[in-house]
């Protein structure tokens, strides 16, 4: 029983170290890069219907929208921003009990017009499944946004 516990610790240990290495991450070609083939990442920009959430949409200033995303990513828990560019956010949320991160991505498109589209990818980096951890955050931040 000692020899399976410590196994488990043993993986856990592992499997939380594994997490501090970043994916490639970011904008090519005006797309964020596309979900793996795991049920454990969301895409606004995805073409398949098990990982596509729909955007986020907003009028007014591309820094409006982005000062209001950084408001709403700053009140959340556990909860570290990356990168802040003029067109693109990273962020990490890091879960409770494991440790586990999960990456989300911003991306702001630009236009000429007051219509704002904020793109986003949230996917866990280690695992398979995330029992739709990833989706419900996007739904909570987008909600919010929408309630600010």
């Known amino acids: 029983m ?3 516990i410590l196994i488990v610790l043993v993986s856990l240990h592992f499997l939380m170290g594994c997490s501090a290495t970043p994916p490639k991450l970011g904008i090519m070609d005006r797309q964020l890069i596309p ?7 969301v895409s ?16 007014g200033t591309p820094q409006d929208a982005k000062n ?8 959340l828990e556990r909860t570290k921003i990356i990168v802040v ?13 494991f440790q586990f991160i999960d990456d989300v991505e911003f991306y702001f498109p630009a236009t000429n017009t007051e219509h704002i589209i904020i793109h986003f990818r949230s996917a866990s980096r280690i695992g398979y499944s995330d029992l739709g951890a990833n989706k419900k955050r996007i739904e909570q931040i987008r909600d919010t946004f929408k309630g600010y």
Do not use: G, M
């Open 44 to 59: 606004s920009q995805a073409t398949d219907k098990k990982h596509y959430i729909q955007p986020i949409h907003f009028t």
């Open 35 to 41: 979900c793996p083939n795991k049920p454990n990442c």
């Open 68 to 75: 209001r995303l950084l408001q709403i990513l700053n009140t």
């Open 2 to 4: 000692n020899k399976q």
């Open 85 to 97: 560019q003029e067109n693109y956010i990273r962020v990490e949320f890091t879960s409770k009990i």
